[in-house]
């Protein structure tokens, strides 16, 4: 799935260390602020040198500063999720969310992350409703919903979703296979040969701007072929 850019979702002021003036409290977080900016900095500056575990550290040691520092937390989540500890990028997404409840892109990618790295879908997509609900026309999230709710055997669910993502983005190919893969499972064979057809459609279509969904094409060609049906298209 075409995952939109992520703006950052920017820094919180963290709580200071008690029992100090207002002053020397302002000070002190200033402080803690600058040193965990510059960590972070140099975090970025690993990520671009391919030393993700090196930036992983700088992070963690950014938040351990500062720890209500979400922006922080949130490009860890990112990070832990690139090098494959989604155990670890679940619980820095739940934090974030807990800090920032109301960030779609947020809820979005923890949904993901969860979908990806557990088999506890119907967490996957509560975090997909509440995008949703922040944001009713976001095509992502009604697309990842879909899947999530197809995984959880929810077929009818699933069709609605898909059905609702396809409504908003029209030539979303990977919305038009999971509906087809919803509605063969559902026994809705028809609907779903033409969602298939569809996909080879738009491939076809959108190899002339240079995109290849070989991926997507030969899953709805075997799909079609089990069905006894052609796998091409004109």
């Not at 002190?28 to 690993?46: C, N």
């Amino acid at each position: 799935m075409t995952k939109e850019s992520s703006p950052n979702p920017g820094y919180l002021v963290p709580s200071g260390p008690k029992g100090l003036s207002p002053v020397a409290h302002t000070l002190v977080e200033r402080g803690l602020f600058f040193v965990a900016e510059k960590q972070i900095d140099y975090a970025y500056t690993l990520i671009s040198e391919g030393d993700k575990a090196g930036a992983v550290q700088q992070l963690r040691q950014a938040l351990h500063l500062t720890p209500g520092n979400a922006g922080a937390r949130y490009n860890l989540a990112q990070l832990l999720c690139e090098i494959g500890d989604f155990a670890a990028a679940i619980e820095e997404y739940r934090e974030v969310v807990r800090v920032v409840p109301d960030d779609e892109i947020i809820h979005l990618y923890f949904g993901i992350t969860l979908l990806m790295d557990t088999e506890d879908f119907s967490a996957a997509i509560s975090e997909f409703r509440e995008v949703i609900r922040i944001e009713p026309d976001n095509a992502n999230a009604h697309s990842w919903l879909g899947e999530a709710l197809m995984k959880s055997g929810d077929f009818q669910g699933a069709i609605a979703a898909y059905q609702e993502s396809i409504r908003l983005v029209p030539w979303d190919i990977f919305s038009h296979l999971g509906l087809g893969q919803a509605l063969h499972a559902a026994g809705e064979r028809d609907g779903a040969s033409i969602e298939f057809y569809q996909v080879l459609f738009l491939a076809k279509k959108k190899e002339r701007d240079f995109t290849s969904y070989t991926q997507e094409i030969e899953i709805a060609q075997n799909a079609l072929r089990d069905m006894g049906m052609s796998g091409e298209i004109n």
